[in-house]
């Protein structure tokens, strides 16, 4: 598959005055240091590190990064937050960073208070133990424990950065349905091939079969595009192994995962 070109993603309609003010490049010594703990930022081509520095930049002028809970993070950790933040934005562009201001760094796991109300008008509360969560306009949010998991094993299939990074570029169109904003004749292919792997995988799941790529990938199909990609960072041999059309579209949406061969 050819790299993905910067022109095939396309702009959202934003307004420039977001990010006029040219934004403090990143201290070189910094960043290398950074990029020697982030096994996904060691193999990138020349290129590819120029923007993906590029927009870090731009995540660090135009995000707070809130750590809670006790948690403290210093000038590299940051850093390396926002790294990971911007990794799946190398050829979407800096369009990806609109519409959201802060993120939220938890220590570890962290609960949310849950409610619905079911088609009998009753009231279900329940707690849920989360890693990370990205609101259509509100905060990213993570756990760093987690984060600092998926550096120590970067080929398993997890990156919980990306996860949430991935609900926020799919919300950009209006809807977290698992198709990002692309141009029209794009968005019909990835809805076409994405849906019928996400049926395939599901009636997997739901037959409780052992399955390759994690069943989370089930719950929905904006959980689909996440989990998915996922894997196209931490483990692309493996996705185009199970889902060669799914693959092949983050291939273009993305660009090349660090770890592909």
């Known amino acids: ?29 910094l960043w290398r240091s950074v990029c020697a703990q982030c096994p996904w930022l060691q193999p990138l081509a020349p290129e590819r590190d120029r923007r993906l520095r590029g927009l870090v930049a731009l995540f660090l002028q135009h995000k707070t990064i809130i750590p809670v809970a006790g948690l403290e993070l210093d000038a590299s950790q940051r850093l390396l937050l926002a790294a990971l933040c911007c990794l799946p934005l ?42 990370g969560e990205a609101w259509d306009s509100g905060p990213l949010i993570l756990s760093w424990a987690d984060v600092q998991a998926d550096l120590a094993d970067p080929q398993a299939g997890f990156c919980v950065a990306v996860h949430e990074m991935a609900h926020k570029i799919d919300v950009l169109d209006g809807a977290m ?39 989370y990938a089930a719950e929905a199909p904006e959980e689909f595009f996440a989990v998915v990609s996922e894997y196209h960072f931490s483990a692309p041999q493996l996705l185009q192994q199970e889902m060669p059309a799914v693959a ?14």
């Open 1 to 29: 598959m050819a790299p993905v070109a910067a022109r095939d993603v396309p702009l959202i309609p934003v307004s420039w005055r977001w990010w006029q003010r040219s934004p403090a490049p990143v201290d070189e010594a």
């Open 90 to 131: 190398i050829e979407f562009g800096a369009e990806g960073l609109h519409g959201w201001s802060e993120l939220v760094v938890y220590p570890d796991a962290f609960r949310v208070r849950r409610s619905h109300v079911d088609a009998a008008g009753i009231l279900h509360e329940w707690d849920d133990e989360l890693i």
């Open 177 to 215: 349905d698992g198709t990002p904003p692309l141009p029209r004749t794009w968005q019909k292919q990835w809805a076409r091939d994405f849906q019928q792997c996400y049926e395939r995988f599901c009636e997997q799941v739901d037959a409780g079969a052992d399955t390759a790529l994690d069943p």
């Open 248 to 261: 092949a579209h983050l291939h273009r949406f993305y660009g090349p995962s660090p770890f592909a061969t």
